[in-house]
Each structure stands twice: as C-alpha cells, then as structure tokens.
C-alpha cells in the first residue's frame, strides 16, 4: 500500500487547511495511518494516528483539539483538518503507515510518499 498526501498550500495565521492522504489500494485491518511533519532544519514530528480499521485516534500532545484525524474507508483515504492555524505549523506533512497502534516514532512507520508543504503566514 502507497500513500501520497496532498492539500496543502499557503494560509493566513488562524486559517484552516484539510490535508488528505491517498491510498493506492485497501489499507489493512491491521495498518495505522499516520501524519508526521517536518519544518526546515527540525527532525519530523509525529502530528495523529487513526487505525484503519475502527478509526481509533491518538495525536501528538498539544494537538488534539486544533487538530483532527479521520478515514474514509470507501475512498482508502485518511485526513487531518488543521484548524487555528500558528506559523509554527509551516512545514511539509507526511503521512504513513504502521502496524503499532500508539507509535508516534518515525522508524515505526513505512511507505512514506511525497509530503505536501503547509506555510501559514504571519
């Protein structure tokens, strides 16, 4: 299973963005989806994780609450609505997948695709 996340871009300071992350083919009952972000000269930093199957949720602290995960499954697709958007938050999302339901370490998850930039203006 591929993935490739998409929907970012430019967006004022409060703004809100929905990133999606597209799957080639079915995830499995098994995977955990999750997004990462990487801001220039900072390691990647894990944002939230939804299990494919039952759609249980974790996220980073701090961001539960201006962030928000979710799974389609009929469109094998997963999104994180970006809500009160902080320049803090400029950096190129990624999403990727786990079978360690709570992991929020980057060597835990495979099949990393292109991130999508998010830069969140002043």
């Known amino acids: 299973v591929q993935l490739q996340a998409s929907g970012g871009g430019l967006v004022q300071t409060g703004g809100s963005l929905r990133l999606s992350c597209a799957a080639s083919?079915?995830?499995?009952?098994?995977?955990?989806i999750g997004w990462f972000r990487q801001a220039p000269g900072k390691e990647r930093e894990f944002v939230a994780g939804i299990s494919w199957s039952v759609g249980r949720t974790y996220y980073a602290e701090r961001k539960e609450g201006r962030f928000a995960i979710s799974r389609d499954r009929a469109k094998n697709t997963v999104y994180l609505d970006m809500n009160s958007l902080e320049p803090e938050d400029t950096a190129v999302y990624y999403c990727?997948?786990?079978?360690?339901?709570?992991?929020?370490?980057?060597?835990?998850?495979?099949?990393w695709g292109q991130g999508t930039l998010v830069t969140v203006s002043s």
């Open positions: 083919g079915r995830p499995y009952s098994s995977h955990i």
């Open positions: 990727a997948r786990s079978v360690q339901f709570g992991s929020t370490q980057a060597t835990d998850f495979r099949s």
